[in-house]
């Protein structure tokens, strides 16, 4: 029904960037809402960004003024720039849509997670 495709992650020093995208593709009649979560070992999953369909945007506050989340409507397509990135941004870095696929209700998808490690 819906596939989110995650790319972008990987190993970089701290100071550095990374660039995320999550790609949704499927049977989906429209798209409410696209954003970033995060998971550190031994930590709970936590929110890092989203977009909302009517243009609310939301940051997690320990990445505010670092990481900036867009959204490409056409492509169906989520990002997420993250800049000055430190050793605690380390985590699987998880897609989520919440989007309504023909002939469904509204429901939540996960992307398959994209390592981002922050090391010197």
């Known amino acids: 029904q819906v596939q989110l495709v995650e790319s972008g992650g990987g190993l970089v020093q701290p100071g550095g960037s990374l660039r995320l995208s999550c790609a949704a593709s499927?049977?989906?009649?429209?798209?409410?809402?696209m954003g970033w979560y995060r998971q550190a070992p031994g930590k709970q999953r936590e929110l890092v960004a989203n977009?909302?369909?009517?243009?609310?945007?939301n940051y997690a506050d320990s990445v505010k003024g670092r990481f900036t989340i867009s959204m490409d409507k056409a492509k169906r397509t989520v990002y997420l720039q993250m800049n000055s990135l430190k050793p605690e941004d380390t985590a699987v870095y998880y897609c989520?849509?919440?989007?309504?696929?023909?002939?469904?209700?509204?429901?939540?998808?996960w992307g398959q997670g994209t390592q981002v490690t922050v090391s010197s």
């Open positions: 989520n849509v919440v989007a309504v696929p023909h002939g469904l209700g509204p429901r939540g998808f």
């Open positions: 499927g049977s989906i009649f429209s798209i409410n809402a």
């Open positions: 977009i909302i369909s009517g243009g609310t945007i």
